[in-house]
């Protein structure tokens, strides 16, 4: 059974560091591009952060270009994505989602495998 569980979530002070960790089990995804995604209460589901097969190429949601750092360590099966400078308005439950591409992508519909989400509270 494929599993992706998120972890590292909780609550931060503005300004500060967090770093969220995705550890997927079941298969390996060393092949396939993997993403970060979000969702606000209230809001619709929304891309934050994307990495190709390989780790060498990766793309940014302009609302966390510059701030969020997402990696990946193939040889552990896990996905990262590194938040620094966070503000209130990042604020969501974040999912984790594995592509059946090697290459990133913002869509969500490119994603085949999800996990369940883990919440983020920035306080200001």
């Known amino acids: 059974q494929v599993q992706l569980v998120e972890s590292g979530g909780g609550l931060v002070q503005a300004g500060g560091p967090l770093r969220l960790s995705c550890a997927a089990s079941g298969r390996t995804f060393s092949s396939n591009a993997m993403g970060w995604f979000r969702q606000a209460p209230g809001k619709e589901r929304e891309f934050v952060a994307t990495?190709?097969?390989?780790?060498?190429?990766?793309y940014y949601a302009d609302s966390v270009k510059g701030r969020f750092t997402i990696s990946r360590d193939n040889a552990k099966n896990t996905v990262y994505l590194q938040m620094n400078s966070v503000k209130p308005e990042d604020t969501a439950v974040y999912y984790c989602a594995a592509s059946s591409l090697r290459y990133s992508d913002s869509n969500a519909r490119k994603y085949d495998y999800w996990g369940r989400g883990d919440q983020v509270t920035v306080s200001s």
């Open positions: 990495i190709n097969w390989s780790g060498g190429s990766t």
